[in-house]
Each structure stands twice: as structure tokens, then as C-alpha cells.
């Protein structure tokens, strides 16, 4: 930062988590590579207290995720850092793991952090990055981006771009970073997120299969022709969601308790007396989209498997999880049976010659 010129005055010592060294601070643009899932134990009974004594008012008050990954603790400094919108408002650039995106259920620390950028209409984009591209890792990695101006177009959006497969070998590894994206992937991708747009990737095979080219396409554009015995093959590159999307309703299903002759159990006390008590051994929970009906869901997926079974209200949780990877899977179909039985018949064919040959 010095070589660049940077106020030597910006730089402060200590720990970014435990002590915030531009306190008050706000700012207009924010980038951060932060350690990828490092505990934050050392630093918790702080952190704690920060959210205990400050709730919103600090840095913590979405909530706190695992002692053994800090990575949301950094978005949340940075979303502390956020200019207000009436003052123009900030956008900032988080490069994170994979866990933030899926790691705990409704209600946990993590769930409740990312329901709290989604309802509030912050997450503009996240981009999944190729691995390889650390010095000390080659794990997935993703570029969250969140902003609190977005654009009429973009309010109530997340937009999801899966640039995993940009990228070029490098000529000489630098310890676990072998690859890194070129100016047209970097290009491609940065206009990708600048039109909003949603996309596919044609991958162009060869009669043998050989990759002969690629091409964006573009939503109502028209894709390139395959070749002669060739095929194209097309994968999500870019989608467009609605925040809703993400969200979800953990539901409890209960099961009746039965005694030695199969008849429900029926409460004695309280509110429940009268009522079939439930059977902690058949108990089980569902995930519901939030953007459908509980009862529909229930209805379509439970009672018909188990039609004694009811709903726990006071048990249901929202929760939020962004499972990337699913959005952006390609179901691709098994071969026939018969290039299946031909290959094998061949296999065997000159497996049978060969022991032939040796027996002569």
C-alpha cells in the first residue's frame, strides 16, 4: 500500500474483528480478501460483547457465525463501513469460500446473516471464481458484491454468474495458484454483471468430442451451429433470481406416539391435552421454499407417505442459503446401453484373445 502511494496514516495494527481501527469511518467503495475460514476464538469473548452491549447499533447485529469460520465477520465490518444511502451509498467487493454461502440451517448465525443482506436488498451479485487462483489454496472461491444503491432495474435481484470456467494455465505456479483469468475473461465476465443480463455458455464439440470453441449467449440471442457429427453444449453462465429465492421455512413434522397395541397416545395436560402426543423417534423436518405455500407443500410432499402426520407451527424457522452449485448443475445423460454393451463386448473381446495368446 505504501509503494502505491497510500496515506501511510489509513494503515492501523490489531485485529480488523476485535478492535476497529476506523471507527465511524464510512466509505464509498470497499475491496477485501479476508483468511478464508479461520476460527475467530481468539477474539470472541470481544466480539460477543460488541454485539451484546451495541446489537445493530455495531458490527454484529445480524448475528454470528461459527467459532471455526469468520468470514461473515468480515462482511459485517464492511457492511458497518457503508456509506448511507442517503449520502450516496457504497458498494463493496468480498472475496469469500464457499461455506458462506450454504453453512448452517435456520435459524443459526450464518442463516440469519445472510437473510439480513437479502431482506435488506443488498446483495447485488456473486461470482464464482476458477479454483486455483491463491497462492496458499486451491479451493472455490467466490466474489460476493453488495451495495446499498442498487438501480431500479436490480432492486429485489441477485444475479449469479458462474465464471468457474474462465480462466488460463499459467506458465509457471506460484505455490497453489496455477491459474488466473485473462482480460477477456475478466472482459466477459465484468460486462456480464454491468448489462444484468442472463446467459448461457456454448461449448463447442468436435465429431471426437474435442472442444473446438466457445461463445457467450445471451438471453433470445441465438447460439453458434455445432459441426459436422459435433454437438454444442450449453450451461449456465449467468442467472437472475429474486431474493425470495433463497429463503426457505424449516418445518417440524410430528408423528403420532403409539403404545404396545398401536393406538395413539392422547395428551393428559396443558395445551395439549387431548391431542395425540408426538413421537420424538418419527420426528422429522422439511425445508419449504418461502416463495410457496406451507400447507400446499405439506399437502403435495408429506400426507401422502404419512397421512397421520401434522405441522409444529411454533417450531418453524426461516432460514436463507445460497446454493450456488445447484443452480448452475447440467444434468447430462448416461450413454445408451448399447454403446454401453458394445464398448464392453470389445473390452472382453480382446481381453479373451490376449489370455488366449498367453495360453498357446
Known sequence: MLIKGQDVSNIIFGNTLSDDGHHDRKFDYMLSNPPFGVEWKKV?????REREQQGFNGRFGPGLPR?????????????????????GGSRFGIVLNGSPLFTGGAGSGESEIRRYVLENDLVEAIVALPTDMFYNTGISTYVWMLTNRKPPHRKGQVQLIDASGFWRKMRKSLGSKRKEMSPDDIATVT????????????????????????????QDEQGPTAPDGGKVKLAPLSRIFRSEA??????????????????IVLGDRGKGKGKPQADSALRDTENVPL???????????????????????????????????????????????????????????????????LSA
Open 44 to 48: 470472541e469473548k470481544e466480539v460477543r
Open 246 to 263: 433463497f429463503g426457505y421455512r424449516t418445518i417440524t413434522v410430528e408423528r403420532p406416539l403409539r403404545d404396545d397395541n398401536g393406538k
Open 291 to 357: 416463495e410457496e405455500d406451507v400447507e400446499t407443500y405439506f399437502e403435495r410432499e408429506v400426507l401422502p407417505h404419512a397421512p397421520d402426520a401434522w405441522i409444529d407451527h411454533d417450531k418453524t424457522k426461516v432460514g436463507c442459503e445460497i446454493p450456488f452449485n445447484r443452480h448452475f448443475y447440467v444434468f447430462e445423460p448416461p450413454r445408451p446401453l448399447e454403446e454401453i454393451d458394445t464398448d464392453l463386448k470389445q473390452v472382453t473381446d480382446r481381453i479373451l484373445t490376449m489370455i488366449g495368446g
Open 67 to 87: 467459532v471455526s469460520d469468520g468470514s461473515l465477520l468480515f462482511l459485517m465490518h464492511l457492511l458497518s463501513k457503508m456509506r448511507p444511502a442517503v449520502d
Open 191 to 218: 460486462k456480464l454483471f454491468g448489462d444484468f443480463v442472463e446467459a448461457k455458455l456454448a461449448t463447442v464439440l468436435d465429431a471426437d468430442g474435442k472442444e473446438v470453441g466457445r461463445a457467450v449467449v445471451r
